[in-house]
């Protein structure tokens, strides 16, 4: 087993992990801001796509919803070519590039990674292609704490310590999760290799620094999706429902990865450069949000694009009732599904999080409403909250971290325990670690190095 860290490094850690946080936030600012102005350019209503709710635009519409076609695979098309020249690692959500620098690089990332990943993935999220923040921030949280390590001249074992806390610090400054970021940075990053308690503590005060200084920036330390207030389950006849219900989310996790997994498989297939299959990819996600508002009859479902923050909080919202209400659900999660899996799979630039809250919400929507027809104790609000929870907790195998982080961002701590249990059942549902996850470089140990060579030592 590798010795604890001493006291001289503990501090060390923690007083670079404090400054990344603050070096990260302004990066999750500016991919916000790069995201709201490509929407503009585009001819799409900004808010309509970005990571927080908009009062101006309660009903959260696209003024130009037949253009999102056109528009999702023009951002698709230039972020694709510009990062085939400039950074091929930045294609795709980013994930994988930073647990592949960790697993395999000794925790290098080149300093060009964090501009380029923030521009790609504005103009594919921005342009409406379905994705979010997640990914982009997470590789250039690694990618400014690889920097930062060069930038020490520390070594390959502290370098990896850099990136990790990198990580945390920008999920905690996207989020404002003070408390996820590290969870998820430790158990994303670290698993299956013994080491996550010697990781936590400095990844949490990352994510701390991140989440309180994007806060500051924002002029607002709440959630970035608060909700009204959701009862805490009452009695057996609710927990079992919320256990049927996670029964239900597992084979949605599973859905999920599957369906990103064979869009990559096909569009590689497809002939002539990458970026065409990329630009291809967007044009089908986009004629899939102009479809789902279409066959809807309700232009708030043309939020099927983009972040689908706006739209997210219209399932949250309620007002969905009998089996009509479930099937609608039903053709939300499935319209997002595919869209995600269309941007993402063929290689656009754009985070795997942020797509599972509403597919989780409306699955868990629709999975509860049908146990409320059935005489179960579980509202339809419960519901999309423990969706929320399991489905990227099956999917990302990382369902400590999601528990977490959703609890966090909706603040509706009432449903923390209810929210950890579904994503402990999804994750185990959906193959816990017998199967592979969205994270494809997500290995149970890392292959050619002992947990001795880890950055735990003194």
Not at 52 to 71: D, K, M, S
Not at 157 to 165: G, K, M, N, T
Not at 393 to 415: C, D, H, I, Q, S
Request: glycine residues 16%; contains cysteine.
């Amino acid at each position: 087993m590798p010795r604890p860290p001493s006291l001289r490094h503990t501090a060390r850690d923690a007083l670079l992990a404090l400054l990344l946080g603050a070096l990260l936030a302004p990066f999750a600012h500016l991919l916000d801001l790069a995201i709201a102005a490509v929407a503009a350019l585009a001819g799409l209503l900004p808010t309509a796509l970005s990571s927080h709710p908009n009062p101006t635009n309660p009903a959260n519409t696209i003024p130009l919803p037949w253009a999102l076609p056109l528009t999702a695979a023009c951002g698709a098309l230039l972020s694709a070519f510009a990062l085939a020249r400039l950074a091929p690692e930045c294609a795709g959500a980013g994930t994988d590039s930073a647990l592949a620098a960790f697993h395999q690089h000794q925790g290098r990332l080149r300093r060009r990674v964090p501009f380029a990943k923030l521009c790609a993935s504005a103009l594919v999220v921005g342009s409406g292609g379905s994705g979010g923040r997640q990914g982009p921030i997470v590789q250039i949280g690694g990618a400014v704490g690889a920097w930062l390590a060069e930038a020490l001249h520390l070594d390959a074992e502290r370098r990896r310590a850099l990136l990790v806390f990198g990580v945390a610090a920008g999920v905690g400054a996207a989020f404002r999760a003070p408390l996820g970021g590290g969870v998820f940075a430790a158990e994303f990053l670290c698993r299956g290799l013994g080491v996550v308690p010697h990781y936590l503590l400095p990844a949490c005060l990352a994510s701390a620094s991140g989440a309180l200084v994007a806060g500051a920036m924002a002029g607002s330390l709440g959630p970035v999706l608060p909700m009204p207030e959701v009862g805490p389950l009452a009695g057996p006849e609710a927990w079992l429902s919320a256990l049927l219900l996670a029964l239900f989310l597992a084979p949605w996790a599973r859905g999920y990865v599957a369906a990103v997994q064979w869009v990559n498989r096909v569009s590689r297939r497809v002939p002539g450069p990458r970026p065409w299959a990329t630009a291809l990819g967007g044009l089908a996600a986009g004629t899939v949000a102009l479809l789902a508002g279409v066959l809807a009859g309700d232009g708030r479902w043309f939020g099927v694009a983009g972040q689908s923050v706006g739209l997210l909080q219209q399932v949250l919202a309620g007002g969905f009732a009998g089996w009509g209400g479930v099937g609608l659900l039903v053709g939300v999660a499935l319209a997002k599904l595919l869209a995600t899996a269309l941007t993402i799979g063929t290689g656009g630039s754009a985070g795997l999080f942020a797509p599972s809250l509403l597919l989780g919400a409306a699955a868990g929507g629709a999975g509860a409403l049908a146990v409320g027809l059935w005489g179960g104790e579980l509202s339809v609000a419960q519901g999309s909250l423990l969706g929320m929870a399991g489905v990227f907790a099956g999917a990302g195998r990382v369902p400590l971290a999601t528990a977490v982080l959703v609890v966090e961002l909706t603040g509706l701590r009432t449903l923390a325990l209810p929210c950890l249990v579904v994503a402990l059942v999804v994750y185990w549902g959906a193959g816990g670690g017998r199967r592979p996850g969205l994270f494809v470089h997500q290995p149970e140990r890392l292959a050619g190095l002992s947990v001795a060579d880890l950055p735990v030592r003194g």
